[in-house]
């Protein structure tokens, strides 16, 4: 549970999104993968089990036939009547007798060879009292191969049960070879009383041929005899892990051959009876060819694993793409009206219709509503202010204004004082522009006429300072324009180009043209200047919309701009230019059309 917290809490979209793809991937995979390397090693192991039952049934049945030739030969001594009788009760004074017994002994010995393959290097008859009879060797060498306590089961090798043999190798010490020694107890077949025995002399190393003829490597032999002992081997590199088996018995006959795993999976161990010598034979298996593919399969299931989960890995974080881009593009426009943008929409095909798409038409749909609400709103109270502003206008009577500042004016005169009059004729005319009780429409003329009072009036407070210049064509005194638009663009130059700590003349240009069906005012000062970042700001502010009219006691530029907008439509308004250093130019757009039409 920590895990999964630790994965999913307090994480993007799009790493819940690829974790998700993993987790729900993973275990399908992994039962797959395991399913799969099973199912392959399996299959592996039942070829190799076929394979290996067929070798150990083709060693076990030569082997079989070798050790059968071998025992077939000690018996066909049944067939030599003078040879079991020598057996039984040795030979006789008789020359006639002794010369048949020894040309019966001789064929049975040629017997013997040629049904080896010349293989039997000795023969030994021992007679029912275990006394030698006679022997045969094939070299001189041979016969000094002694038969004592340096043989192992000296004692019991010539009295064996009936039908049993005995097989086992050992080193002689006086000829330094190693021998294979076969030995088998004759019994009458009626009687089943002992009649002699014999024993056959064979080299170690002809054994070996035989079974290295059959066998593969690295495959190896393991033979036991009916004491079940081990008396050849191919090599004993698995010798601790042959399984030990009991004396061949009547429970081998029922199950002749058997074939198992042994502690390593790749280690195959297959036993047969060999029924012909007594023998039990076992064939270790080390199947490095079945490791190996083991190994390469559990590469393989690996690799495919990892590769799979890569895969499922990048198709999630291609796939979330299509999930999380829309959900963060969505997040950072409800961030952009947080922050009071209500102009912010997403773009979004109209053919898409899942879930995310709908969440963003509904967001384009309530951002687009809030704005025209906003606008109504704003209009509305702009509407209000303008009510307000008239309604302070009607009660004062600019009559009474008027003539007393003419009375004032008098007054001066009589006293020799010019200036006071001038000042009192503008500032009155100030006061019948501003509480005109006519509509809020006025003429770009009267509009100037206007800006040279308030400018006649600043020029007594800041005296040479400032100046200013009208380049207005004549035909344009008469072009309708709303009032209150050139008055408060004249404040804002005087009041912050005549801020600065030098004591330049502030010189304001007031130019006008006609084009193109509009009217362009042109206000342009010598001052020093707005900084980028700042003009920057001052652009902006006059793109958004605000909910508040008036800046202070002045209309400021927005709100002019605004009035402009309301009156005449989005196309017109004011635009700001300024350079540090160079002065700042405000141009002013508004349509032109003759006195008394109104605008479409």
């Known amino acids: ?96 007798d002794y010369f048949a017994v020894t040309d019966s002994l001789k064929n049975y010995y040629t017997l013997v060879s040629n049904k080896n393959r010349d293989a039997v290097i000795k023969i030994m008859i021992f007679g029912k009292d275990n006394r030698l009879r006679d022997y045969w060797s094939r070299a001189a060498s041979y016969d000094s191969i002694p038969f004592d306590e340096s043989i192992p089961h000296y004692g019991d090798m010539l009295d064996l049960p009936f039908q049993q043999s005995l097989s086992f190798t050992y080193t002689d010490a006086v000829l330094n070879q190693d021998f294979f020694v076969f030995s088998i107890t004759i019994y009458d077949p009626f009687y089943r009383s002992k009649v002699g025995s014999l024993v056959f002399y064979i080299q170690k190393k002809e054994l070996a041929k035989v079974i290295e003829a059959n066998n593969q490597a690295p495959n190896v032999v393991v033979l036991r005899n009916s004491r079940g002992e081990t008396f050849y081997h191919t090599n004993d590199s698995y010798a601790d892990l042959v399984p030990t088996f009991p004396v061949p018995d009547a429970q081998l006959n029922n199950k002749p051959k058997l074939i198992q795993f042994v502690q390593r999976s790749d280690l195959l161990v297959g036993t047969s009876y060999l029924d012909n010598g007594n023998l039990t034979l076992t064939i270790v298996y080390p199947n490095e060819e079945l490791a190996r593919h083991r190994d390469n399969t559990l590469l393989i299931t690996i690799g495919a694993f990892v590769f799979a989960m890569f895969c499922i890995s990048l198709l999630s974080l291609l796939a979330q793409q299509y999930i999380t881009r829309p959900i963060k593009q969505l997040g950072q426009a409800i961030k952009r009206v ?11 095909p109209n053919r898409y219709r899942d879930d995310i798409s709908e969440l963003t038409r509904n967001f384009n749909f309530m951002t687009e509503k809030i704005r025209e609400l906003i606008e109504q709103g704003y209009q509305m109270q702009l509407r209000n202010k303008e009510a307000q502003l008239l309604a302070l206008q009607m009660q004062i009577n600019p009559h009474f204004l008027y003539n007393t500042l003419q009375t004032i004016g008098g007054k001066a005169v009589l006293i020799g004082d010019y ?82 700590p030098d004591d330049r003349q502030l010189l304001i240009r007031v130019r006008a043209e006609a084009m193109n069906g509009e009217i362009v005012l042109s206000v342009r000062d010598n001052g020093p200047g707005i900084p980028p970042e700042k003009l920057a700001a001052l652009r902006g502010g006059l793109e958004a919309k605000s909910m508040e009219v008036f800046a202070g006691v002045s209309i400021g530029l927005k709100n002019v701009h605004e009035r402009i907008r309301l009156a005449y439509g989005d196309p017109y308004g004011l635009t700001v230019d300024s350079k540090p250093g160079e002065g700042t130019e405000i141009r002013i757009r508004i349509p032109y059309r003759k006195r008394g039409e109104s605008h479409a």
């Open 1 to 96: 549970m920590k895990m999964i917290k630790w994965l999913f809490i307090n994480r993007s979209i799009r790493t819940k999104i690829v974790w998700s793809s993993m987790l729900i991937s993973l275990i399908p995979m992994l039962v797959l993968s395991y399913l799969f390397y099973e199912s392959s090693t399996k299959s592996l192991e039942r070829t190799m089990y076929r394979s290996t039952n067929q070798n150990v049934q083709y060693v076990a049945g030569y082997l079989n036939q070798y050790f059968r030739d071998l025992s077939s030969s000690a018996l066909q001594v049944y067939g030599f009547a003078r040879v079991m009788n020598l057996m039984e009760h040795g030979r006789t004074a008789n020359d006639e």
């Open 338 to 348: 947080r922050h009071g943008d209500f102009h912010v929409a997403l773009n979004q």
């Open 419 to 500: 200036d006071i009059p001038e000042m009192c004729r503008s500032l009155g005319e100030l006061f019948r522009y501003s509480f005109y009780e006519g509509n809020t429409e006025s003429t770009l003329g009267q509009e100037l006429a206007h800006v040279g009072n308030y400018v006649y009036i600043q020029q007594f407070r800041f005296e040479d300072s400032l100046q200013i210049e009208f380049d207005v064509p004549q035909n344009l005194m008469d072009a309708p324009i709303i009032r209150f638009v050139m008055q408060p663009i004249i404040e804002n130059a005087a009041v912050h180009a005549l801020r600065g």
